[in-house]
Nanobody, 120 residues
Framework: QVQLVESGGGLVQPGGSLRLSCAAS????????MSWYRQAPGRERELVAA????????NYADFVKGRFTISRDNAKKTVYLQMNSLKPEDTAVYYC?????????????WGQGTQVTVSS
């Protein structure tokens, strides 16, 4: 069955770094665009970063540009989010998202999320 399993979250001090990983299984990972979203308490889920199937194109939300880097390893079926210079407002549950678009429809999968807490 399809699985997206995030890992790497935790508690970090402001200014610190974390690297999130999302391991995929049960689908053709290299055919799916991958993204990271986050959701803070009381707020809507928001896009953090996205990467194309080959990894050649990436996009970032303005609030993480210059601090976060998304990457993928298709051989390992894993997408990463390197988070540097973390701020308390980065505290949220971070979700991995996979999407395959075809014709007028798409296949979409979500991971279960990993908690990131930035606090001193």
């Amino acid at each position: 069955q399809v699985q997206l399993v995030e890992s790497g979250g935790g508690l970090v001090q402001p200014g610190g770094s974390l690297r999130l990983s999302c391991a995929a299984s049960g689908f053709t990972f290299s055919s799916y665009a991958m993204s990271w979203y986050r959701q803070a308490p009381g707020r809507e889920r928001e896009l953090v970063a996205a990467i194309t199937t080959s990894g050649g194109v990436t996009n970032y939300a303005d609030f993480v540009k210059g601090r976060f880097t998304i990457s993928r390893d298709n051989a390992k079926k894993t997408v990463y989010l390197q988070m540097n210079s973390l701020k308390p407002e980065d505290t949220a549950v971070y979700y991995c998202y996979a999407e395959f678009r075809y014709a007028s429809d798409s296949l979409r999968y979500w991971g279960q999320g990993t908690q990131v807490t930035v606090s001193s």
